[in-house]
């Protein structure tokens, strides 16, 4: 592409992407939640016959190899080349957001700084000197307003200018003080006598990631050449040697302590300037005080969500309830419409069905988000995270962990599909595994009929409490198993909660519109495509292979006698009898079907060893249908059950007839709830897992997930028979 590159950086929530949007008239998601564009985010115009191709880096607060983020923002800035930064710090939190212009510097790119929130800055009465900044620093300052366009045109014309002009890249050089620098100028020298990797990367920023002890950075320089990276690795430790004896302190730590230091340093000179009566506890802090409080906070927290949920399923009901009878109707009517045979049954109980429970959802799934983007955008998510970081650092995963927890059912009903996909707000690859993995054992949607028909059938009393148990039993699950994973498979440090608390700001209804309807599409699209290719699927196995013609023939000769009797009936009463011997005749012929079908003989062979945890085949059939989609289980479970069972003189429901059911007890029932929990996640989920991890750890969690709950199912039951 012709024109300049350049790339917008900053810290997160500094207003990068919102400017990005302002300046591209790019569409992009707008959310106040840390570390949310971890996507390549592009943009171009024209200004002053002049184009512009604007890419969005991912927020991130350094440029060390710690998380993705800082990776691929500075992979980006070294292989690409761009001919500038344009770096977006939030202004009333300039200490802390130079740090990375600092790094930018000491990299070398041209950096045109851009202090955004200015707005904010004057109604804090905070005044900034540009000019005094941009001569500290030696680089052009400008500032602006992202949400209004505010130092749009000056911002333009500026990066136009300065991408004109070429500037070289050239390293800022700071001095990390009496320890540092000595050796550092020593590594310089043996990095520039070698030419070691100055292809690639600035000498002096080379040599002050080994003193950082950068990981990615030592793996290249051990590629390039092993033997000179080794020398340098000995001189670093040397110094850390040395650092530690005398300093009590590491290279990277003294090295970030000049970095602070020559901001405030800088800052000192009469840059910012406060008003005389400075309201040090505005607005945020004082509401942190109440929602971020060790006791209030967790309480209200609680609250909330369950307010949440209650209004998503109170508002919900109605649509869905209306969803439901439409597609319940539109099966009747397309039943009606086509012929008898494999047609209609493919189409109503395979299409209509599968891909009707899954769209029934859409309602409460787009009230949910839009109350979720809400809490995002408002900056109380943030928070939230914030608060549980203390417990679930204790099991190896990260604050952040909550979101995808919640959205994948934590509180009541969601999805595992967006709940995975939340995980990418979490910046370490290994907590990011380790919550992906585990968020599929919480009560998503579509497990929750499954648990309520088999509470109807045994423990109509305790419905309250079972729901609350379960609950209680797939928090714990998850994060058992998180920490079992933390030090075993996944094992590796934590990265520290370095996610800043953005001040509270009221939403717009844009942005929470814009920001729910694409996790809503993202749901409709994954979920609809892929639960019609299943139920296509599943219905083919539970259809074919048809039974022997023979047997098939003996119950249609049967048929036909039978309808002839009844045809023949002298009496009314014998007519009945005879209809009902016909319906437990067509019902016998499905189950004999249902028996030879794919499905049916996988789910008479699983007996032996699904009968430890107290499941007979034709739970083996809906169990394994439920991997394709846990809304499955239960429709199964009805087709199964429908079929065979002697027919009564009256229709009876699916939790009569499973309550009457020999083979069903309290205790399978206790087992089937803990296996629908905790086994494996269905397909999409899976599907989704491959995209966000890989195919190895998605099949991971196919078998292990499984593993863990048919032991756990198998001890209950058979603890469960021993005792009751
Ligand atoms: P990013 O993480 O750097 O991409 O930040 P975003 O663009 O997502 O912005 C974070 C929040 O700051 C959003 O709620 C924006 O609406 C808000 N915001 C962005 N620019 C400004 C600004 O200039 N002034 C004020 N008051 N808010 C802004
Ligand atoms: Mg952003």
Redesign the pocket.
Known sequence: MNGYHVAFAGN??AG???L?NNVTGAR????NYPG??VERKEGSLVFLDTQLNIL?LP?CYSLTAYTQEELVARQVLVEERPDLVVNVVDATKLERHLYLTLQFMELGVPVLLTLNMMDDVRNKGMSIDLEKLSEGLGCPVLGTVARSGEGKPQLLQEIVAMAREQQPWKSLELSYGPDIDPVLEQLVATIEHHQFLTQRYPSRWLAIKYLEDDEHILDQGRLANAELAAELEKTVEGLRHHCEKTLNSFPEAIIADYRYGFIHALLKQGIVSYPEQIDRMDLTDNMDKILTHKFFGPTLMMALLYLMFQITFTLGDYPLQVLELLFSWLGETVSNLLPDGYIQSLVVSGIIDGVGGVLSFVPLIVIMFIMIAFLEDCGYMARVAYMMDKIFRTFGLHGSSVMPFIISGGIAGGCAVPGVMAARTLRSPREKLATILTAPFMPCGAKIPVFLLLIGAFFSEYRPLIMFSITLTAWAMALLVARLLRSTLIRGESTPFVMELPPYRWPTLQGILIHSWERTWEYIKKAGTVILAISILLWLAMTFPKPPTSITAAFEQQRIELEQQQATANTEEARVQIGHELILLSQEQSLTALKSSAAGRLGQMLEPISQWAGFNWRTNIALIGGVAAKEVIVSTLGTAYSLGEVASDSPTSLVERIAKDSDWNRVSAVSAMLFVLLYAPCFVTIVVMARETSWRWACFALFFNTAVAFCLSTIVYQTGQHLF
Do not use: L, S
Not at 28 to 31: A, Y
């Open positions: 997160p929530n990068k992407t919102t990005f992009q998601h707008v959310g949310i564009t969005d927020g």
